[in-house]
């Protein structure tokens, strides 16, 4: 299919049934349910899953094949949401130009860092990229400030050119479509207690991502992928043989930046506004936080550890301690407060004390991540499986009268 084995094959289906049914797969609980809260179904939410499943599948290209970890990505992303909001600003609301402009200028922006960066590997490459990346969010805060907007950031004006569709009118500042549909429209399907969304801009960017993941695909099976395994495997070693790896870490590299490119630019083409925010390392490190959770070097662990950390940031801090006394109303008052007094540091504000013990737990037990988890789930339940067939076959053997 499409040029896969059926591997592949099957789990780009994969991937492809859990985008376009996720208003159902993320809304489980009812509406008026109390644990309606672990919902995530909304618009919003299920947006910055696969806009960050983007970003993280690009980065994956870069730190899964060749092994160069990178704390600068987020650079690239923050460019490549400027260039979008420009666009918008400049030629019409289409997000078409916004996202095409957006990978660009992110590509030639990895040109420059990636030809520099990669003359050092190791740990020299992650504090160029990271250097490179505190540059861009100091011009980009305090000193391009007429082109970014500051500490403000990037946002859309009234009067604003927009040569291709005009101002704006009524006084009314135009939102993001895609030819006539606009990013924010949705449709609410209610059956019984149960409450799915299904918004335009959520699978603008599932679609998008769909075929972000299917060329990572092509990517890592292609003989320029297996180039890309060589070199994170020995690159001293690929060197001796006479190949000169720069063009392949470089290649590499840029794809990589392209795509957090065009998570930036799907992330203005739902919320028209560009901050410096985007370019810090905190957003770099989040990346790399959710490639190493999901699995580097595996096809769908980026996406699975993009979901992860979106979930937690989103629904698990939105936990407060009204939440935890309905949960233990059940106890005695003194008990009660007890538990509540226990949990409140792992919740709300203190999530990511959650989230870097189960960051931890994963790195220890599972050294391949999620996807290791769920390798090790399925070996289970097949030798499982293969155990309860060889015993009916023994035991059907037994019954059998004896020749």
């Known amino acids: 299919m499409l040029g896969l084995n059926k591997k592949d094959g099957t789990l780009l289906l994969i991937v492809i049934g859990l985008t376009l049914f996720a208003p159902f797969l993320l809304n489980p609980f009812p509406v008026e349910s109390e644990l309606a809260q672990f919902n995530a179904g909304y618009p919003d939410l299920m947006q910055r899953f696969v806009i960050f499943g983007i970003f993280a599948i690009g980065f994956n290209i870069l730190f899964g094949l060749t092994g160069y970890l990178s704390f600068g990505h987020a650079a690239f992303l923050g460019a490549g949401s400027y260039a979008g909001v420009w666009m918008m600003k400049l030629l019409s609301m289409n997000v078409i130009p916004a996202i095409v402009a957006a990978v660009i200028v992110a590509g030639l922006f990895s040109v420059l860092i990636g030809y520099i960066s990669l003359r050092r590997s190791g740990i020299y490459f992650s504090i160029l990229t990271l250097a490179f990346a505190q540059m861009s969010f100091a011009l980009a805060y305090s000193v ?34 895609l030819f006539g549909l606009e990013m924010r429209d949705s449709f609410d399907l209610v059956l019984g207690s149960w409450l799915f969304t299904f918004n335009v801009g959520y699978y603008v960017c599932a679609i998008i991502m769909i075929a972000a993941f299917y060329l990572a695909i092509r990517i890592f ?38 795509y957090a490119g065009l998570a930036g630019g799907l992330m203005v083409s739902m919320d028209p506004l560009a901050g410096a925010e985007r370019m810090q390392w905190t957003a770099s490190g989040e990346v790399v936080l959710m490639t190493i959770l999901g699995g580097a070097g595996t096809l769908i662990g980026p996406v699975l550890g993009a979901g992860f950390i979106k979930y937690f940031e989103n629904i698990f801090s939105k936990i407060n301690d009204q939440i935890l006394h309905g949960w233990f109303a059940f106890l005695p008052d003194g008990l009660e407060n007890a ?65």
Not at 230 to 258: C, D, E
Not at 353 to 373: A, D, H, K, N, Y
């Open 144 to 177: 391009l400030t007429p082109i970014t907007g500051g500490e403000t950031g990037l946002q859309l004006s009234l009067d604003d050119p927009r040569i291709l569709t005009g101002g704006a009118e009524g006084g009314n500042l135009p939102v993001p479509s």
């Open 339 to 403: 538990m509540v007094a226990l949990v409140h540091p792992f919740i709300g504000k203190g999530w990511h004390l959650t989230l870097g013990i189960l960051f931890m737990l994963v790195v220890i037990f599972l050294p391949g991540g999620l996807v290791e988890g769920g390798q090790r789930v399925g070996r289970f339940a097949f030798r499982r499986r293969n155990k309860k067939a060889e015993g009916a076959e023994a035991e059907g053997a037994a019954k059998q009268p004896a020749e």
């Open 221 to 258: 099976r292609s003989p320029f992928g297996m180039m890309l395994r060589a070199v994170k495997s020995n690159q001293q070693r690929m060197s001796y043989t006479g190949l000169n790896s720069r063009p392949y870490t470089l290649a590499a590299f840029v794809i990589s930046g392209m």
